[in-house]
């Protein structure tokens, strides 16, 4: 039998004791990949979290998460082809 792997976004917010305070997971669609490529913290503290994922071609998606919570504040979605990838640091 085989199997589909599905990847997805992960993000959790840990304190300075080690304690998760949240975590939350962007899935794209069933069979399909999604790749969180960026994390990145606001001047206010908003965690913003950039990647992508496959639909009928790669698309990119950047999650706003509220600090406190973890709550979803805004997404934007850009609809790409599947030869566009967003750059690695290494």
């Not at 085989?2 to 080690?18: C, D, E």
């Not at 069933?30 to 992508?52: D, F």
């Not at 071609?57 to 082809?81: C, E, H, L, R, S």
Request: net charge positive.
């Amino acid at each position: 039998m085989i199997q589909a792997i599905q990847l997805n976004y992960f993000t959790s917010k840990i304190n300075s004791s080690g304690v998760v305070q949240w975590s939350k997971i962007f899935r794209g669609l069933i069979n399909y990949q999604s790749r969180a490529r960026k994390i990145a913290v606001g001047v206010s503290g908003n965690v913003y979290v950039t990647g992508e994922f496959q639909s009928a071609t790669m698309d990119y998606m950047t999650i706003k998460y509220n600090p406190a919570t973890g709550d979803t504040i805004w997404t934007k979605q850009y609809n790409g082809t599947a030869s566009l990838r967003i750059m690695e640091d290494y």
